[in-house]
Structure formats: structure tokens, C-alpha cells
């Protein structure tokens, strides 16, 4: 029989840091949506690597790049620089005396500083007094860019305001999975990804759509194609994706998510590259501008064995 195995001692060291204000933990996510508006934002946190001793994680949606970031004993937040062989400060939680940090890969050069004392916050996440408060300013645009964000110990972000040439855009927080703690699960569109074996040379995996919005979601498709998924290898290369083999009519269509869909598909054993390293697996409903991913989930996976 095959069994899909988890990384258990990376995961007790992520339970041990997750007092921070951003916790980070493989499959953890928060999903966010604007006030008066239909935009939505989500961010994730992917499989770990150990580096140099340091364990860092994979986090997509929280700036303009996808990044291995840690967090230090004070909860500040780092991304790993490959070209410098450096950890580069991403997020400061700490406040110092006014000082502004640098805050790369927002959307246009911005500094960031963090509040001297903890600020109240209230939204669909619920009521927190002692959160914390970032400022940031920019240089050079004047219409993009981060305002501010809120984030609350053990949580994580719970709003982001950000500038538009329209105004600020405030997006709150509806729906965050953080370790075993779901926070704020109504309202919220859910997305489920879990695998099981079918033989041995094929899992099958199952992605499950929720809304539990309580008004239908409208789901835009550039082509016939309604979801994907993809597997990456330890190395960070993408070893399978389960729409290369495939062709879709190149029709926009919409459909109405009133309550459920479920995809599942099959993914060959043989996928898997050598070794015993722990694997990504993300799937997606292709929806929403660009090239989609409005809604997705990741798992790490390990190589099958008998």
C-alpha cells in the first residue's frame, strides 16, 4: 500500500514560531476581500527548506514575487537572496523609534514602519485590541502601493489598505487557515486540496471549491479549461502539470459557484523525481485575470512507497 508521508520535524518547528504575527506553516492561508468591492486577495504558505540551518518557506500572494521567507526570534520577517547568499529583511514587526525600513517587492519603492503601540482592529475576522499596525510610504508612484496593514499575534495580516488611482482599497480578512485554527469561516469561497492513492502508478487527488458566501460567485474562464494543478519537485522545478497533455477551446465562458464543485484528477506515480524529498502540490480553479489561480490550495507530498 501506498502512504503520502509528512515532513514532521519541519512542522514542529513551524507550531513552535506560530505565536508570531505572521505564522508560517505549510498550508497555511489567508484569503481577503475589498470593502464595497468584488476584488479578492489570497496568500499562502508553501512546503519548507532547510537552509544553512535556517528553515524558510515557500509564500506566495504576500508581495509581488513568490519567495522563501523566515521569521526571527523578534517575529521579522526575511527572504532568502540567492545571489547574495543573504537573508533580506521583508516585513519589521519591531518598532524602532520611528525608523523606517525598506520594503522590497511591493509595488513601487516603499519603506515600511512599524506602530509604537498596539491598535485596535475589528472586521469579519472579529475584534482584536491589541493588534499591530504598519505604515508605509512610496517613492516615485503615487498610485499604487501599500497604505498600511494590520496584523494580529497567532493570525496573521487581517486588513491591507492599498492605493489606487481610484482611492485606498481596504481588503479585510474573511477567511484564514492557521494550523489547526480556522479563523473568520463565514463568509468565504474555500478551497480543499487532499490526495490518496489509487494503485501503484497513480494517486488521486480531489480539489474541493466552498462557498460559503451565502450569494452565488461568479467564476470568469479565459478558455474551457477549469482548473489545474501542478507538482514541484524539493528543487523548486515543476515536474508535472496536469494540463500539458491537454487542449481546451479558447472561448470565454462564466459559470455561477452556488455551493460546491469538486475536480478530481489523476497523478502518475512516475511524476515523482528520485529521492525521498518532500514535494509541492498546488491545484487552482483557472478564474480571474491573468493567467487565474483566484483560488487554490497546496500540500507537500512525499514519493509514494511500498
Known amino acids: 500500500m ?10 514542529l518547528i513551524a507550531s513552535a514560531a506560530s505565536a508570531a504575527e505572521f505564522p508560517l506553516e505549510t498550508g497555511n492561508q489567508w484569503h481577503y476581500r475589498q470593502q464595497g468591492g468584488a476584488a479578492t486577495r489570497m496568500i499562502m504558505v508553501g512546503l519548507p527548506y532547510l537552509i544553512g540551518g535556517n528553515v524558510y518557506y515557500q509564500l506566495d500572494g504576500y508581495v509581488d514575487a513568490r519567495l522563501l521567507v523566515r521569521t526571527d526570534d523578534a517575529g521579522n520577517l ?25 520594503a522590497p517587492y511591493r509595488p ?10 498596539p491598535v485596535r482592529y475589528e472586521g469579519p475576522a472579529g475584534r482584536y485590541s491589541g493588534a499591530r499596525e504598519i505604515r508605509y510610504r512610496s517613492f516615485g508612484c503615487a498610485d499604487a502601493g501599500v497604505e498600511h496593514e494590520i496584523y494580529v499575534s497567532r493570525i496573521g495580516m487581517v486588513r491591507r489598505v492599498e492605493t489606487t488611482i481610484a482611492g485606498p482599497a481596504i481588503f479585510d480578512l474573511v477567511y484564514a487557515r492557521v494550523g489547526n485554527l480556522m479563523v473568520a469561516p463565514l463568509p468565504a469561497v474555500v478551497t480543499r486540496l487532499t490526495v490518496e492513492p489509487m494503485d501503484e502508478t497513480k494517486l488521486l487527488a480531489t480539489l474541493r471549491l466552498s462557498n460559503l458566501m451565502g450569494h452565488p460567485v461568479r467564476l470568469d474562464f479565459a478558455t474551457g479549461q477549469e482548473f489545474d494543478a501542478e507538482l514541484t519537485g524539493p528543487d523548486g522545478r515543476i515536474l508535472w502539470r496536469w494540463s500539458w497533455d491537454k487542449a481546451f477551446h479558447q472561448a470565454m465562458w462564466s459559470r455561477d459557484l452556488t455551493s460546491e464543485l469538486v475536480y478530481q484528477f489523476e497523478m502518475p506515480v512516475s511524476a515523482f523525481g528520485p529521492g525521498d524529498g518532500l514535494h509541492r502540490l498546488e491545484a487552482w480553479i483557472t478564474s480571474g485575470p491573468g493567467s487565474g489561480r483566484q483560488f487554490a490550495a497546496v500540500m507537500a507530498v512525499g514519493p509514494p512507497q511500498q
Not at 2 to 11: D, E
Not at 108 to 117: L, M, R, S, V, Y
Open 78 to 102: 526575511y527572504f532568502r537572496d540567492e545571489e547574495r547568499d543573504a537573508d533580506v529583511l521583508l516585513t519589521s514587526f519591531e518598532a524602532a523609534g520611528g525608523g523606517w525600513f525598506d
Open 108 to 117: 513601487c519603492e516603499q519603506q515600511g514602519q512599524a506602530g509604537e503601540k
Open 2 to 11: 501506498f502512504a503520502i508521508r509528512s515532513f514532521l520535524p519541519i512542522f
